[in-house]
């Protein structure tokens, strides 16, 4: 049974509280992966690249060190993860969407080719689901996630999986669109995230996809209301960034422990 709006015509935008939620994120982040990373220059007039690399910044990892990059999309914060651990580092970018990761993979080898960086390693990409994830406990130095969490099912259960798999002493690093409160940005924030973005998703052949966008945006929580999930999931301490007039946030939170200590779960 189709949800529907107060207007009552169909909801086409998968609902959090359905069973089928994961499926559907899943099944729309495969159809527009091939227009994802036009779509966000676009949105973002480029700057979700800078952002990026604050988070990265902001991850503190070191040659040698593993990473896991959460809900990796096509690649580029995995990518800019490698370039900081090197090639003794291990980077991991994990997708429940396979279209995504495979472009994040050919994405990987065409800088490898085009930049020849000698040193620098590969990423590893592979299909993961951020409520159950694949790896041991206290296994990274850093996990991030760019612009996911959004789309947890269940965002304090995927907090504590995410914290899981840290090592003591390690950063969970997550970028996020968030919601400014003040106007004139808050104006322009909601005209262009309710009006503009829907017609980009129509332009590229997908207005349900980016109908999602501003509803996923809408019902997440505001900046203390992640750092409270991460708060529950025992890391400390926790600091968030606010970026582009208040659109943007980076939260990192530090499991507690001393690094190369064993970890508990």
Not at 2 to 14: E, F, I, L, W, Y
Not at 25 to 44: C, E, H, K, Q
Not at 52 to 71: I, Q, S, T
Request: net charge neutral; proline share 7%.
């Amino acid at each position: 049974m189709s949800a529907r709006t107060d207007n009552g015509s169909p909801q086409t935008h998968p609902a959090r509280d359905s069973d089928e939620f994961a499926v559907q994120v899943r099944g729309m982040f495969d159809r527009i992966a091939g227009v994802y990373d036009l779509l966000n220059s676009v949105m973002t007039a480029g700057l979700h690249h800078k952002w990026r690399e604050k988070a990265v910044d902001r991850a503190m990892l070191k040659p040698g060190d593993a990473a896991l990059d959460v809900a990796c999309g096509t690649g580029d914060l995995t990518l800019a993860l490698q370039r900081r651990v090197g090639s003794e580092g291990r980077v991991v970018g994990s997708d429940f969407s396979e279209r995504m990761l495979d472009l994040a993979r050919a994405k990987s080898r065409t800088q490898a080719v085009a930049k020849a960086a000698p040193g620098q390693g590969s990423p590893i990409f592979e299909w993961g689901d951020a409520l159950e994830l694949p790896y041991d406990d206290a296994s990274f130095d850093a996990v991030t996630v760019g612009f996911g969490v959004r789309n947890f099912a269940d965002l304090g259960r995927g907090v504590r999986e995410l914290s899981r798999v840290l090592k003591p002493g390690g950063r969970l690093v997550i970028l996020e669109i968030t919601q400014p409160t003040r106007p004139p940005l808050s104006t322009f924030f909601s005209f262009w995230f309710d009006r503009a973005v829907p017609m980009l998703g129509k332009v590229a052949g997908d207005a349900d996809a980016y109908s999602y966008l501003p509803e996923s945006v809408k019902s997440f929580p505001p900046p203390e209301g992640l750092a409270a999930k991460m708060d529950a999931a025992g890391l400390e301490p926790i600091r968030w960034t606010i970026l582009a007039g208040g659109i943007i946030a980076i939260h990192v939170g530090t499991k507690p422990g001393t690094p190369g200590t064993p970890a508990t779960r």
